[in-house]
């Protein structure tokens, strides 16, 4: 069955970095949008990072400049490096899978990150 499974999370002093990873199986995964979101208590699902089967990603405004998302398409890997951590990434972050073809799509059941003194 599919399994996106996030790891990484923690509690990091602002300015800090963490490194999340996710581990996928069940899906042909080089042929999969992968991306990071994430959820802060009271507030919407927003897109963190998203990268396509090579190289090329895309970021939310917030996150530009500080985090990077990666991907080892051999180890069906996703990675998110998150610098210069601010209060306000605190946030369950969600590892998502989406078919460059079509709508099936995975979600991760979520890691936390906590941004705090």
């Known amino acids: 069955q599919v399994q996106l499974v996030e790891s990484g999370g923690g509690l990091v002093q602002p300015g800090g970095s963490l490194r999340l990873s996710c581990a996928a199986s069940g899906f042909t995964f080089s042929s999969y949008f992968m991306g990071w979101f994430r959820q802060a208590p009271g507030k919407q699902r927003e897109l963190v990072a998203v990268i396509g089967s090579g190289s090329s990603a895309n970021y939310g405004d917030s996150v530009k400049g500080r985090f990077t998302v990666s991907r080892d398409n051999a180890k069906n890997m996703v990675y998110l490096q998150m610098n210069s951590l601010k209060p306000e990434d605190t946030a369950v972050y969600y590892c998502?899978?989406?078919?460059?073809?079509?709508?099936?799509?995975?979600w991760g059941q979520g890691t936390q990150v906590t941004v705090s003194s």
């Open positions: 998502h899978a989406r078919w460059f073809l079509g709508k099936e799509n995975y």
